[in-house]
């Protein structure tokens, strides 16, 4: 999470658009380093990948211009449509009080996407679900829970970048 | 105007007393100013932690006097609060219970306290992680949560002990950023922000004067002043000439 958004604001400083290899070289980062923050905002529609350059989308320089509350409320509107929320949100909603355990959502992980692996993919859900306030997890009690679109979102005046 | 703290002729040498005192810093003179960005700049082992432990009044100097507005500092001095390279979260306790900490011994009620947690909950984006344990977070997540425990009690200075140097250099990014954006934020903005880094380039990106120390016993070879407009470009080249000129005291 915190990487991508460093990662958008790097294209941010480079005007939107740099040569991959170029950040790596600058961050002191390999290649492999930064491949997870990049896939993470090409899924989210944040960035485009043409040939070895980074592009910086319109969304993604939306979401740099909002304060927290507003960049949880993009991230809540983008996954919560992403196939594997939606997959995962329908499941933990057939229980009551749509909440489950975390070993039933690791089994429901484990038998309908059979070439994730089910822990990290788990612990992934569970950090950008919390960032996105789609997700509440208790580590406690293993219990997790979707958040009913009533808490999910911030009022208006939360909205602009505290400046 | 009175100076936040003073530092007056400040010593500090482990063992002193033996034979062989070991000084760690030597004849330090140094003011923070209300509504200041300073940065403490050096290599490792000069005795810039020892600097903000003593402004802090965790340590006392060997010898010197230090000040906090304008009276000398006997005490551990609530209106300032720290933020570490380790983030020193307790593991036991919830994101939420972390922050609370912060507001340990204050004469306010639980529930203003809650009050107060949950509004720095909201200030520095970690909603959603109220009930999750540090064991459960990301490096730049703990480190927001370390930021939240300092301030959460409203203090006058914030004082930053290498905040960015156990993080990922994109993470690191991101949080330069939003300790920039709170600094800013008059709804949370301590007056002043001194940060100790090895990190000349962060030192110059942020900063608004940087104290340079030289090695071992620390003392202050300079005082340079960054005029550079803000929002600075961390790749501009008028930030690398700072950048290599302060380089090149310090190696």
């Known amino acids: ?163 | 105007m009175t100076p936040v703290i003073e530092l007056r002729n400040v010593t500090k040498a482990f063992g002193s007393g033996t034979a062989r005192p070991n000084a760690v810093l030597e004849q330090i003179n140094l003011s923070i100013e209300g509504h200041e960005f300073a940065s403490i700049v050096g290599p490792s082992g000069c005795g810039k932690s020892t600097l903000l432990r003593i402004m802090m009044g965790l340590t006392t100097p060997t010898d010197g006097e230090v000040y906090y507005r304008g009276k000398p500092v006997k005490d551990v001095i609530e209106g300032m609060a720290m933020v570490f390279q380790t983030f020193a979260l307790f593991p036991w306790l919830t994101v939420l219970q972390n922050i609370e900490i912060g507001l340990q011994g204050r004469k306010i009620s639980d529930d203003a306290k809650r009050k107060r947690s949950l509004k720095l909950v909201e200030i520095m984006g970690l909603e959603g992680f109220e009930e999750a344990y540090p064991r459960e977070l990301s490096g730049g997540m703990k480190q927001r949560v370390g930021l939240a425990r300092a301030l959460v009690s409203d203090p006058e200075v914030l004082l930053m002990d290498e905040p960015f140097s156990s993080l990922d250099p994109l993470t690191a990014t991101h949080l330069r950023e939003e300790v920039l954006d709170l600094w800013l934020n008059p709804e949370v903005s301590p007056g002043s922000v001194v940060m100790v880094t090895h990190n000349v380039e962060e030192a110059v990106y942020m900063a608004d004067r940087i104290i340079v120390l030289t090695h071992r016993p620390g003392t202050i070879i300079k005082e340079v002043h960054i005029d550079l407009p803000r929002p600075r470009n961390p790749r501009s080249p008028e930030l690398y000439r700072v950048v290599d000129e302060i380089t090149g005291m310090i190696a």
């Open chain 1, 1 to 163: 999470m915190s990487q991508m958004i460093g990662l958008l604001e790097v294209l941010e400083d480079f005007n939107g658009r740099v040569d991959v290899a170029k950040v790596a070289d600058d961050l002191l980062l390999e290649l492999d380093d930064l491949l997870p923050a990049v896939d993470a905002a090409e899924l989210l529609g944040f960035l485009k990948v043409d040939s070895g350059d980074l592009i910086l989308t319109d969304e993604g320089k939306r979401f740099l211009s909002r304060g927290s509350s507003g960049r949880k409320r993009m991230l809540n509107r983008i996954l919560s449509k992403t196939p594997i929320f939606k997959f995962v949100i329908t499941f933990i909603k057939q229980h009551e009080e749509a909440e489950t355990t975390k070993d039933d959502v690791i089994d429901f992980i484990r038998r309908e996407m059979p070439d994730l692996e089910a822990e990290t993919t788990f612990r992934w859900l569970v950090e950008w679900g919390r960032y996105a306030l789609l997700l509440r997890y208790d580590s406690n009690s293993g219990k997790i829970k979707v958040v009913q679109p009533t808490t999910a979102q911030p009022t208006a005046s939360q909205e602009g970048k505290p400046q």
